[in-house]
């Protein structure tokens, strides 16, 4: 097998990857719509659990929802990388991106060292 075939399974490996991981994440934001919906103190259905717990259990359901709607969107733009033939070159060298980085991150946009530099300033 040449490196460019290996290339071309690797990319179809991580696509299948990103593909499986947006169903889990679209199902997981179709099953919050219930937690994020207003609080309403009723002691019958909430029980013993004040307002204020409620609300704050309904605020960290809001913030969950949007790491998990973020994560979609770079899961997309990964998958129009791959589309457009760009996938696995970082976004701001143009260098390419580790494998083993994208097994563990496919939605990476950035390599190792492009996102440390992000992340350290």
């Known amino acids: ?14 696509k299948a990857t990103l593909i499986a991981r947006q169903q889990e994440l679209l199902e997981l934001l179709h099953h919050a719509d ?13 029980g013993r659990v004040s307002r204020i717990d409620a609300i704050q259990q309904q605020q960290m ?3 969950n929802q949007q790491q998990t709607t973020d994560m979609l969107t770079g899961i997309a733009l990964a998958l129009r990388r791959i589309d457009d033939a760009c996938y696995g070159e970082c976004l701001e060298c143009g260098e ?8 563990a991150q496919p939605a990476a ?10 992340e350290s300033s």
């Open 1 to 14: 097998m040449s490196s460019e075939q290996l290339k071309q399974a690797q990319i179809a490996q991580l």
């Open 34 to 46: 219930t937690n994020t919906k207003p609080v309403i103190l009723d002691q019958q259905s909430v």
């Open 61 to 63: 359901a809001i913030a």
């Open 96 to 103: 390419p991106i580790a494998y083993a980085r994208l097994r």
């Open 109 to 118: 946009g950035l390599c190792i060292d492009c996102q440390s530099a992000r």
